[in-house]
Nanobody
Framework: QGRLVESGGGSVQAGESLTLSCTASKYTAINVNACVAWFRQARGKEREGVAA????????NYADAVDGRFDVSQNHIEGTVSLQMYNLKIEDTAKYYCAATRGWCGTGWSAASKYDEWGQGTQVTVSS
């Protein structure tokens, strides 16, 4: 019943990798149909959807800016949803948030208003 909690943020060089984790056991339990998503917000910019995972089907969605570089997955035992980020770019610098709601993600996954629960965020900074 606790708030979603993100971890794993940090500072890396462009081209390196980083993995974020979201504690979300309420949504990753077996046979639970939920959508767990990652959003990010850079300074001076609006919050944008990065990736989303329908926990029952395993179907994932990605923003065009990260498609092919980011991978979202879940671990039912650990009760977590991870965001693996590869070949990070300077423009990936942002505070990353985990969000979740019941039901599959669908085509509206990138709308922040879809989600009922949010984490506190974790900062990712990519430098040259």
């Amino acid at each position: 019943q606790g708030r979603l909690v993100e971890s794993g943020g940090g500072s890396v060089q462009a081209g390196e990798s980083l993995t974020l984790s979201c504690t979300a056991s309420k949504y990753t339990a077996i046979n639970v149909n939920a959508c767990v998503a990652w959003f990010r917000q850079a300074r001076g910019k609006e919050r944008e959807g990065v990736a989303a995972l329908s926990t029952l089907s395993g179907i994932a969605n990605y923003a065009d800016a990260v498609d092919g570089r980011f991978d979202v997955s879940q671990n039912h035992i650990e009760g977590t949803v991870s965001l693996q980020m590869y070949n990070l770019k300077i423009e990936d610098t942002a505070k990353y948030y985990c969000a979740a709601t019941r039901g599959w993600c669908g085509t509206g996954w990138s709308a922040a208003s879809k989600y009922d629960e949010w984490g506190q965020g974790t900062q990712v900074t990519v430098s040259s």
